[in-house]
C-alpha cells in the first residue's frame, strides 16, 4: 500500500513539474491589445484590394501561452494561431465563407475569404510581417483575387525607437 502511495507523489510532482511546458508557458514580450497594420511593401495585389480594405487593417492580438487569437477587421474575421518555438515569430490563420465583397468593380458572393499572417516580434508593441488575403470565387473569375503586403503592426502609435 505504502508502495503505490510513494509512485502517487512521485507522479504528482513530475506532473507538477511538466505542467509549464505541457501549456507552453514562454515568455513573449509581444503586448496584447490592438494594433494597426500599415502596409510597408505590396507585393502582389490582383484585383486593386488594397485601397478598399486598408482602413480594416487592425488586429485585435490575445495571447495564451504560445496560442494567438486575433480579431481582424477585414469581414469582422477571427485568426488563430501560434508562437514558433523560439517565441519571436508568431503565425495565424483564418477565414470566412459565403460572404458578399466589391473586387474589380463589382460585388462579388464569395465563397470564403482567407487570410494568413506571419510577423516576428520587433519590441513590445511593435511586429512586423507579411499578410496574404486571398478572395475565392465559386467560378466568377474578376472575383477570385489575392492581396499580399509586408506590413507594420503598431501598438498605440509606440514604435519600437520610441519605447522607453
Not at 485585435?60 to 501560434?82: E, K
Amino acid at each position: 500500500m505504502r508502495a503505490v502511495s510513494t509512485l502517487r507523489r512521485l507522479c504528482l510532482v513530475a506532473f507538477a513539474l511538466a505542467a509549464p511546458s505541457l501549456v507552453g508557458c514562454l515568455p513573449y514580450s509581444q503586448n496584447e491589445g490592438d494594433y494597426e497594420l500599415t502596409p510597408v511593401e505590396l507585393l502582389r495585389d490582383d484585383c486593386n484590394l488594397l485601397p478598399q480594405v486598408i482602413d480594416e487593417f487592425r488586429l485585435g492580438l490575445q495571447i495564451s501561452g504560445r496560442v494567438v487569437r486575433a480579431d481582424f477587421g477585414v469581414q469582422n474575421m477571427q485568426l488563430l494561431g501560434y508562437f514558433l518555438e523560439d517565441g519571436e515569430a508568431f503565425t495565424a490563420d483564418g477565414s470566412v465563407a459565403n460572404v458578399s465583397a466589391s473586387a474589380n468593380g463589382q460585388e462579388c458572393l464569395l465563397g470564403q475569404i482567407r487570410v494568413h499572417l506571419d510577423a516576428t516580434t520587433q519590441c513590445s508593441t511593435q511586429f512586423n510581417g507579411q499578410l496574404r488575403l486571398v478572395y475565392d470565387s465559386d467560378g466568377v473569375t474578376q472575383c477570385s483575387c489575392e492581396l499580399w503586403v509586408r506590413f507594420e503592426g503598431v501598438q498605440g502609435n509606440t514604435r519600437c525607437e520610441e519605447s522607453p
